[in-house]
């Protein structure tokens, strides 16, 4: 069965520091996403991608947050000065069409951000 | 702020019975309901959509939607050990993004 691939599964990094989370959607996907769940709270949506753009941000997504496509199957999110409160576990997924919304969509396993 | 509403639990239930997992949601122009399971450290796995009122059944699971009340609900028939896990209620949003409770942890006890 086809998988959202993420790299890596667990990131341990310094206040401040860049960080790219990497991702690889299901090859006939068009529509990515990025959520985050920190340990025990809920899982947040922070970014929505379609077409080499963003479709849709939270509050969350401020300027320290930017997601990129740099080829045909990586899809990335760059956190550029990481914060404590950044510690989560972040989780791609995508979606075959915009009918992600009505039929689900396929997350990737995850990436754990630990920033000390 | 939309919000997903749900019992934290833990719900248990002995193996061969049935688990009732609920869900209500605020904004009365969601269209589409969504139930995933995520084991501890892993990620989010889908286990059934509905979007139109009434009940919809897959295997042992069987999702129901009443729009008029806001409420989602989930039934686990012959639950068992394995079914043990959090079950995640998302509502998704017209620009195509999910809102998510907190989900309901579900021990189903041999």
């Known amino acids: 069965e086809p998988e959202v691939t993420q790299t890596p599964s667990h990131q341990v990094t310094q206040m401040g520091q860049e960080v790219i989370l990497r991702c690889v959607p299901i090859?006939?996907?068009?529509?990515f996403y990025w959520y985050r769940q920190i340990l025990g709270q809920k899982v947040e949506f922070l970014v929505s991608?379609?077409?080499?753009?963003?479709?849709?941000k939270s509050e969350i997504f401020d300027d320290q947050f930017s997601v990129e496509r740099p080829d045909g199957s990586n899809f990335t999110l760059k956190i550029r000065s990481t914060k404590l409160e950044d510690s989560a576990m972040y989780f791609c997924?995508?979606?075959?069409?915009?009918?992600?919304?009505?039929?689900?969509?396929?997350f990737g396993s995850g990436t754990r951000l630990t920033v000390v | 702020q939309k919000e997903v509403e749900q019992n934290s639990g833990p719900l248990s239930v002995p193996e061969g019975a049935i688990a009732s997992l609920n869900c209500t949601y605020s904004?009365?122009?969601?269209?589409?309901f969504f139930w995933y399971r995520q084991y501890s450290g892993k990620s989010p796995e889908l286990i059934m959509f509905?979007?139109?009122?009434g009940d919809k059944e897959d295997g042992r699971f069987t999702a129901q939607l009443n729009k008029a009340s806001q409420y989602v609900s989930l039934l686990i028939r012959d639950s068992q050990p394995s079914d043990s896990a959090t079950y995640l209620c998302?509502?998704?949003?017209?620009?195509?993004?999910?809102?998510f409770g907190s989900g309901t942890k579900l021990n189903v006890k041999p």
């Open positions: 997924a995508s979606s075959e069409g915009g009918n992600g919304l009505f039929y689900g969509y396929t």
């Open positions: 090859s006939n996907h068009l529509y």
């Open positions: 991608f379609y077409n080499n753009e963003i479709s849709e």
């Open positions: 904004d009365r122009g969601s269209q589409s």
């Open positions: 509905i979007y139109s009122n």
């Open positions: 998302a509502v998704g949003d017209n620009f195509n993004k999910f809102y």
